[in-house]
């Protein structure tokens, strides 16, 4: 599904921000990445996602050469990766119902197709008494929700998580993680980023990605 | 994964809703009830309600007015230019000159039956001495006596329509039986008039363009500015997998409405301007002032083809912003990628 293979990565003219990065994340694999702030988790996600180009390796993304990708290709990968961002992301002028549905309606999908599915979606998340209510009005936790929410609700076969946990409360963050957990089931390849040890700790069986000094360590 | 499976779950994941009672509930209320009054229909992923589009609206609503001035003045000297020509070109007039020794109503006499007697007049009719002196009138003032001043008389020709006259011949029979009469088909008052319209209509296209080239330049200011302001927008867009033709397209949408909300408030001002220019004119065509800037300017009255351009223009402003905002928003998203 996505495989690495001597990937660095270096802005501009400085060192090596990531070296010599080589993994493979296979369909409906649940994996932590980890490692202390700065060490470049989220860079890391953001060449999975495509935002970063490498400055030398090979990275390929369900089968296809990234370096060959056009733009629309890219944006049709996109669409089958789901993505929750640390700081969430969300669109101020949309509702809730409206972030969560974005990805929908950038495929070009009629609101009375999806909208039964978002409601639905919103609900399972805890969201249903929020549709209409706009992101600066939702509490840390409710907008991660939403977040999460909008990365799912194009049923992705990747989902990318970056300190999903990471404003939230612990009681939450298990909450949160359960759902990941579902969400792995069901059939989705999951990567979180985090430096919450309790919070991996209670998925024992899930791969360890453990980033510093700029290379990476794979524990199973 | 099917929504439906995990629907059994919402009490096993726990996400109740946490949040504090009454806090924030007025503005949730506010919120919902404007969400709900949008309706489903279609997101709108570009923020219309800002200090920017308002600004932008007023821009263009002012270049459209403008713009649609200065189109219909256009279509007004151009078709004050046709009445002037086609009323003018449907006359003639012999000018006979008082000569010392010779006998000048003789000579209006024959100069009219010689005109008469031409095939292509419909109607030839001989001012008299009081009419033609009428004619000075606005020039001299009333109440003159000018016996004492050798005063051309006119003889106005009709044009029938069918046949043409012989002006050359008419020409040379007056030439041989009445010296002092000469034939005037206006033709260099006519050329002068069309070579006056064509550069008042000229103008107002050099005008129009340059109104058209501001209002595109503040357009596209207007566009980056927007997507300067909405890089959050662009930057979620292009992670949940929009292309940049989907983006440019939103963005043109976006402009699109600006546009027509500005060119509907100048197009629509600079209607109302017309309609009241030409009630105003009806009345005051009644003084003599009125009749001289009718009879120059015709009576702002703007025809169907005066009001289809203001349309036109309104809706090429419209059509303009779009494209323009397009082109920009492309040519940024390249460099982005």
Redesign the interface.
Known sequence: MVRFENVGLRYGMGTEVLRDISFAIEPQSFQFLTGPSGAGKTTLLRLI?M?LRPTRGFISLFGQDVSQLG??EI??I??RVG?VFQDF?L?D???T??NV???L???GQE??TY?P?VI??L?????G??I???PP?L?G??KQ?AAIA?A?I??PELLLADEPTGNVDPT?AR?LL??FM??NK???SVIIATHDLALMDQFDSAKRFVLGEGRLHVYD | MSMTDHTDQDADLGFDDDQPAGRRAGAKSRLARAAQKRGPSRLALIPADTTASRALVTVIAIMTFLATLTGGGAVLVYDASKGWDSSISQEMTIQVKPVLGRDVEADVRKSAELARNMPGFSEVRTFSNDESTKLLEPWLGAGLDLSGLPIPRLIVLKLAGSPRPNLDELRRQLHQQVPSAVLDDHRLWLERLGTMSRALVLVALVVLGLVLTAMALAVAFATQGAMAGSREIVDVLHFVGAEDRFIANEFQRHFLKLGLKGGFIGGGGALIVFFLAGIATSWWVTSLEGNQVEALFGNFALGSAGYVTIVVIACAIAALTALMSRSVVLRRLRKVN
């Open positions: 996602l935002s733009k629309d944006s049709a996109r669409r993505v992301r669109l002028h949309l509702t119902y409206e549905a974005l990805p309606f950038v495929q609101d009375r909208r599915q639905e979606l609900r399972w998340v805890g969201l008494d929020h209409h209510a706009y009005v509490s936790g409710e929700r909008r799912l194009v049923q939450l909450r359960r759902l579902e969400l069901s059939g989705t």
